[in-house]
């Protein structure tokens, strides 16, 4: 049993470690899968910002020796998302919580890409120069 978990870890950190990978993946596949280049990049979107997500939170907590980062990365979501909710009620009246979910996960998907970029260059230099 504890095989399979050290597979899954080591799939998922394989995977992490390289977003574009799993994005192109499932881009393609689904792409090819259904035809819907747009349903295709919106699901490429999704299941790379879980993996962003994990990978972000690893490049903070190692490049600024901190264990802040998943809880920073899911407290920005998480304000994200009542911030959303409550321009949503302020227009409509009502929240859709499934419209501010996908949002916040899409808008997500651009803000830990950019992270990503940002801390791996940091993380290059860091190791590059010996800081």
């Not at 977003?19 to 295709?40: E, H, N, Q, R, S």
């Not at 009542?82 to 916040?104: D, E, T």
Request: aromatic letters at 16%; charged letters at 10%; glycine letters at 10%.
């Amino acid at each position: 049993m504890q095989w399979i978990w050290e597979s899954i870890k080591n799939v998922y950190a394989f995977l992490a470690v390289l977003p574009i990978i799993p994005f192109l993946l499932v881009y393609f596949g689904y792409g090819a899968f259904t035809g819907d280049k747009k349903k295709a990049f919106s699901t490429a979107m999704d299941v790379t910002t879980a993996l962003l997500i994990g990978c972000v939170a690893v490049l903070f907590n190692k490049i600024f020796h901190s264990s802040f980062g998943i809880y920073g990365i899911l407290l920005i979501l998480l304000l994200g998302g009542g911030l959303l909710g409550n321009v949503q009620y302020r227009l409509k009246g009502n929240i859709n919580m499934r419209r501010i979910m996908r949002a916040i996960w899409r808008l997500g998907f651009f803000l830990m890409s950019l992270c990503y970029v940002i801390l791996m260059c940091i993380g290059i230099g860091k190791s590059f120069f010996n800081v």
